[in-house]
């Protein structure tokens, strides 16, 4: 075996030993284990359908966001589900990593619809059981709308007699997916016939979008609508009609009168709007292929009584023909409209579309770049997250100098030993090195291990399946901004700027208004100092992603807090202010970032100046005073510069930390406008988990983040020496 | 150089009231040493002259100023702390500077003050180093430093001989009374310990419980104290208070076995009057057994150079503790019963406790 190979293996056995550290210890013989994402109606219904199964079976509901990370982790070392249920789309992924079995017996595709076949059917192999099939529709609210409208012009048309503040028709216009169905109607497709490639691109794709943009620029769609709003809007009777899934029905009560019918045809065309169709499938872990029970299971979960269940309780729409759903207009017209849909590739590839092409969306939507320019850069942006690997570098320089590091180790501890009496001293430390062992293996653990795993894997790049050894290969990479310009957004310049920025104005922040509350509540005058130093501590108190998530509402363009608050200060005063789009541009979507991370972040500096503060002796103070200093000259050339040694190292943890902030940029902006606010973390994330798991380039993120860091917490640590010398 | 004149200065905290009323008058250029226990409210006194804190009522005045309602810093007061409160983040340069900073002097003037300061203090080769890296007795001198060089009109001093050892400050005790002679400014020294305000004040006054009981030259109420009170407090060994009753007889009056020897001292003789009869311990010596006013079983001797200082019981109320300080030639053991003859004593009446001097 070559070197490379080796620590490559190695590696991966590293991290199998990470992973298997924390999975759960494997179990005897056991019940079928079943696991699935459902929640509300839909897992109602599959409780429903194993009540009526004839077997043990133990179901474990994961969180949809871990769902995919779970599975990949846990299959791999033969934990996790004999039986999983996911969307059809991961199969290509799943194939992949070898975590799911090609059905060890016959399926007959007669019993299912030509889409359901075509998602589980590779290689002239079943690898999954279609349940149900998801995809967009036409809801008609029929209060506002009686007829039915021919095309997406006649519903733009319908503005004219719909009430005041009622939108014709609403829809995630800023979405890959929904627009998916509209660039159909103009005769393109995200993806190639392969699904290898991007192919948002051409005459199609610019004139769907300038479509759409004509449709939000006449106020026909709303701006900015993501899927939570366009249920909102719906089922308020703010929106006449809108494009959603058989999920609206079961948020819909019986308030809203309405109708499902296929998507309309665009006139310009003469096409129809074609959604792209998710089918629901059953699969089997490779454990689970050689697990009698697990095949009897998922046969059961795959029935038509099972279908007839989730019919019935989840109203979805199941994957077999033999299974009637004209009882339900609602199941009716999505199996209707799912006939006419394009089935969602299952590639890789396909994975890496979404977020160029959503970039693409957003960027024609919000006006800032022709369509032309926009679709060519999420051409590029795609390009770049499929590049191939930077090529495999010869291992030989690293083993030359590992063997030259152990040799030198090796002899210096040879030195050691045969000099000054080492062993002796060795045998007299003994107890000593007792005493520290625990601690010092804690450390290796938690601290030291991953550090080297993350450095480690920084020299790797490829999936985690095939990391392939390619020296200083993401470091050359994303130094030289892959080769694009270096001052190009989503450069590591750029977002290395940006990081800067977010951490000066963040800490400046922390530290001005934590001394000035912790100033405050330190005066012995005050009144109810003790109630205002617990309510300041709050915010710190409550975990980041609960305020994270807290303040992105607050943002809301239509719906937030603060638009709210815009409102009332309109009505009070009589002013017009519009409400902002705080995360169309990246000024606003900065300054809400900052806004909620500064809520998270000066009670730490409070409670660090509070707790200085009490270190300055009162009579220092009175000295100055009888000298002749004036409050601010107190302040300014006394107290300041003596809570200034205890300050800084908080102030050095505050910038680590915002340097950090992983939460806030991730959960309130989001990256938004077009990955402008991401910081280095966020990007490093998204390269690791979003664009293609390129693990290794993410890991060369990391560490040189984490050389970054360290390089400023050196120089910090020098300027504070020199402060306490002087000081 | 101002005189200081206070009048029914009151200062309440909360309900407790600290200062009942305060009348002081400190002429031009005077040492004033305010002493008394602890908990008296000397320090508060010194902090509402120095302006730290506002009076409840009644006024202070500086010369013909009336200061009660001003910043310290309007003043022109210069303080030396207890603690020093030096400018830990400022060299010793920087320390003495400050204030003179803040006043915005000239540069050359500044150097200058400073230099002769330094001089004067014999701090010199300090001027570069931080307060951290001082010995307490150069914090002391420092302390005084910053004081000093910015030529107040009154400096005000809170206990700063409490954190030196023994030693060190009998000769600082010095210093600070030359440097007082030197520049002439009137000074206000708050101290508990009595050998300070013996040896350094022009004008003493002795608090207790917020008032004033007692002001005047350090020897005058030394020798006529006013009242049980500043009679217990001032000297060392303190003085012996016993109740006794008056009589007179054919050999004059007598507190009970002690013969009153100068009545013509005291005002209010009257037979069967309960008196305090106080007996410095120093205003006592051995004679022989038949002129003795008192007879002294001998507990615990100390020895202390020139003398020697007696604690004992007196033979005629066994469990009254009383102390003698003797010449040290007298050989005195543990045991032994002494006769005591009492040259001088004092009187004062034992429901007001006041002197009938």
């Given at each position: ?13 590293l ?9 759960k210890?494997a ?21 429903e ?15 949809y ?44 595709p ?36 009686s ?24 829809y ?9 169905a ?5 005769g393109g ?9 991007y ?8 004139r ?8 939000l ?6 701006e ?27 948020d819909l009560?019986?308030a ?15 096409q129809?709007?074609r ?25 059961a ?6 279908a ?11 994957a077999?023909?033999?299974?009637p759903?004209?009882?339900?207009p609602?199941?009716a ?23 160029p ?7 024609v939507?919000?006006?800032?770049m ?16 499929r ?10 320089p ?12 090796a ?7 045969r ?31 991953p ?13 985690s399946?095939?990391?392939?050894y390619?020296g ?15 001052l ?13 920025l ?7 922040l ?10 405050l ?8 100092r ?23 509402g ?10 709210g ?5 309109d ?15 990246f ?8 806004a ?17 503060l009490?270190?300055?002796p009162?009579?220092?103070?009175e ?11 107190r ?7 003596m809570?200034a040694?205890?300050m ?11 340097f950090?902030?992983?939460n806030?940029?991730?959960?309130v ?7 402008t606010?991401?910081i ?18 993410a ?6 983040i ?20 002087a000081? | ?13 909360g ?11 400190i ?12 908990g ?5 006194l010194?902090?509402l002259?120095a302006?730290?804190?506002r009076?409840?009522?009644?006024s ?22 207890q603690?020093y409160?030096?400018?830990p ?29 330094a ?9 570069a180093?931080?307060p951290r ?20 009109a ?9 954190n ?5 400050r009998?000769?600082?005790?010095v ?6 002679d030197?520049?002439g ?31 005047g ?5 030394y ?5 049980c ?12 208070l ?14 009970g ?11 209010q ?12 311990p ?8 038949e ?16 003398e020697?200082t ?6 005629t ?12 030639e ?7 019963v002494?006769p005591?003859r ?9 429901q ?6």
């Amino acid at each position: 075996m070559s070197p490379v190979r080796v620590l490559a293996r190695a590696l991966t056995i590293l991290l199998a030993l990470w992973v298997g550290l924390v999975a759960k210890p494997a179990r005897a013989e056991q019940p079928v284990q079943l696991w699935h994402a459902y929640r509300g109606a839909e897992e109602q219904a599959l409780v429903e359908i194993l009540a009526g199964f004839e077997g043990e079976v133990d179901v474990l509901a994961v969180p949809y966001d871990a769902y995919a990370a779970k599975l990949e982790s846990s299959i791999p070392l033969g934990e996790g589900p004999d039986v999983y249920i996911d969307a059809h789309e991961r199969l290509g992924n799943f194939r992949e990593r070898g975590i799911v079995a090609a059905l060890p017996f016959a399926v007959d595709p007669n019993q299912y619809t030509v889409n359901a076949n075509a998602a589980v059917h590779f290689e002239d192999q079943v690898w999954a059981l279609p349940l149900s099939q998801k995809c967009l529709a036409l809801y008609l609210n029929t209060d506002l709308v009686s007829e039915t409208p021919a095309s997406l012009e006649a519903i733009a048309a319908l503005a004219a007699s719909l009430p005041e503040g009622v939108y014709p028709l609403a829809y995630e216009a800023r979405g890959a997916y929904a627009h998916a169905a509209v660039l159909a109607a103009f005769g393109g497709q995200l993806f190639d016939e392969q699904a290898d490639d991007y192919a948002f691109e051409g005459e199609a794709a610019v004139r769907s979008l300038d479509y759409v943009k004509a449709l939000l620029d006449a106020g026909v769609v709303p701006e900015d609508a993501d899927g939570a709003l366009v249920t909102t809007l719906f089922a308020a009777g703010k929106a006449a009609t809108v494009f959603s899934g058989p999920w609206l029905a079961s948020d819909l009560g019986d308030a809203i009168h309405y109708r499902v019918v296929p998507l309309p045809i665009v006139e310009a065309t003469g096409q129809r709007l074609r959604p792209l169709l998710t089918v629901e499938v059953a699969l089997l872990s490779p454990r689970g292929a050689t697990n009698p029970e697990a095949i009897r299971l998922i046969q059961a979960l795959a029935g038509p009584e099972a279908a007839a269940i989730r019919a019935r309780v989840a109203r979805s729409l199941s994957a077999r023909v033999d299974v009637p759903s004209s009882e339900d207009p609602l199941l009716a017209a999505f199996a209707e409209q799912s006939e006419l849909a394009q089935l969602m590739p299952s590639t890789s590839a396909m994975r890496s579309v979404w977020e160029p092409a959503n970039r693409a969306i957003r960027k024609v939507l919000r006006g800032d770049m022709p369509t032309e320019d926009a679709l060519a850069e999420g051409r590029g942006r795609f390009d770049d997250v499929r590049r191939p690997p930077p090529p495999p570098a010869s291992a030989t320089p690293l083993v030359v100098v590992l063997g030259l590091l152990s040799l030198f180790g090796a002899g210096w501890l040879i030195h050691r030993a045969r000099t000054r009496s080492g062993l002796a001293a060795l045998r007299r430390s003994l107890p000593a090195y007792a005493y520290i062992a625990v601690g010092t293996i804690a450390v290796a653990v938690l601290v030291v291990l991953p550090i080297l795993f993350g450095a480690g894997a920084s020299l790797f790049a490829g999936k985690s399946s095939e990391m392939v050894y390619v020296g200083f290969g993401n470091f050359r990479e994303i130094l030289t901004a892959r080769g694009g310009s270096l001052l190009a957004s989503g450069s590591f310049y750029v977002v290395l700027a940006v990081t800067v920025l977010w951490t000066v104005v963040n800490v400046s922040l922390h530290v001005g208004i934590g001394l000035v509350v912790g100033l405050l509540l330190s005066r012995p005058a005050m009144r109810l100092r003790g109630l205002y130093r617990v309510l300041l501590i709050v915010p710190w108190a409550v975990p980041s992603y609960v305020t994270a998530l807290a303040w992105r509402g607050m943002f809301h363009r239509q719906f937030g807090a603060v638009t709210g608050l815009i409102n009332a200060i309109d009505g009070w005063f009589g002013l017009s202010i519009e409400p902002i789009a705080w995360f169309a541009r990246f000024s606003t979507a900065f300054t809400a970032n900052v806004a909620t991370n500064t809520w998270l972040g000066f009670p730490f500096m409070m409670v660090v100046t509070l707790g200085a503060l009490a270190a300055v002796p009162k009579d220092v103070l009175e000295a100055a005073e009888v000298d002749g200093a004036s409050r601010w000259q107190r302040l300014t050339k006394i107290t300041l510069p003596m809570i200034a040694p205890t300050m800084l190292p908080a102030v050095m943890l505050g910038t680590i930390w915002t340097f950090n902030m992983f939460n806030v940029v991730f959960l309130v902006s989001g990256g938004d406008p077009d990955g402008t606010t991401d910081i280095l973390v966020s990007e490093a994330y998204r390269w690791a988990f979003t664009r293609d798991a390129q693990v290794g380039y993410a890991a060369a993120y990391a560490v040189l983040i984490f050389l970054l860091l360290l390089a400023t917490s050196r120089l910090v640590d020098r300027i504070s020496t020199r402060v306490k010398g002087a000081g | 150089m101002v005189g200081v004149r206070i009048d029914k200065l009151v200062k309440r905290f909360g309900d407790t009231q600290v200062l009942r009323g305060v009348d002081l008058d400190i002429p031009d250029g005077a040492f004033a040493v305010l002493v008394g226990p602890s908990g008296c409210g000397k320090s508060t006194l010194l902090r509402l002259i120095a302006g730290l804190d506002r009076a409840s009522s009644g006024s202070i005045r500086f010369g013909e100023r009336e200061v009660t309602e001003l910043e310290p810093r309007e003043r022109d007061i210069a303080m030396v702390f207890q603690s020093y409160a030096l400018y830990p983040h400022m060299s010793v340069r920087a320390n003495l500077e400050f204030g003179l900073r803040l006043r915005k002097t000239d540069a050359a003037v500044m150097q200058a003050r400073v230099d002769e300061v330094a001089k004067m203090l014999d701090i010199g080769h300090l001027l570069a180093r931080l307060p951290r890296d001082l010995s307490g007795g150069q914090r002391q001198r420092v302390a005084m430093g910053r004081a000093i060089v910015r030529r107040p009109a009154l400096f005000l001093f809170d206990e700063p001989l409490s954190n030196l050892d023994p030693a060190l400050r009998t000769q600082v005790r010095v210093d600070i009374r030359k440097q007082h002679d030197q520049l002439g400014a009137t000074s206000i020294y708050v101290t508990h310990d009595q050998v300070e305000a013996m040896t350094l004040a022009d004008r003493l006054f002795v608090l207790q419980a917020g008032q004033v009981q007692q002001s005047g030259q350090p020897i005058e109420v030394y020798r006529a104290p006013i009242n049980c009170f500043v009679a217990g407090f001032l000297g060392s060994p303190a003085m012996n208070l016993l109740d006794r009753e008056l009589s007179q007889s054919d050999a004059g009056w007598s507190a009970g076995e002690l013969a009153i020897r100068e009545p013509q001292a005291f005002t209010q003789l009257a037979p069967g009057r309960e008196v305090v009869v106080g007996v410095r311990p120093h205003d006592t010596s051995v004679c022989s057994d038949e002129h003795a006013d008192l007879r002294l079983h001998v507990d615990v001797v100390e020895t202390l150079g020139p003398e020697l200082t007696v604690h004992g019981e007196l033979q005629t109320a066994p469990g009254r503790a009383f102390i003698a300080a003797l010449p040290s030639e007298h050989a005195v053991r543990r045991g032994d019963v002494i006769p005591l003859r009492v040259d001088r004593l004092h009187l004062f009446d034992r429901q007001t406790t006041r002197s009938l001097r």
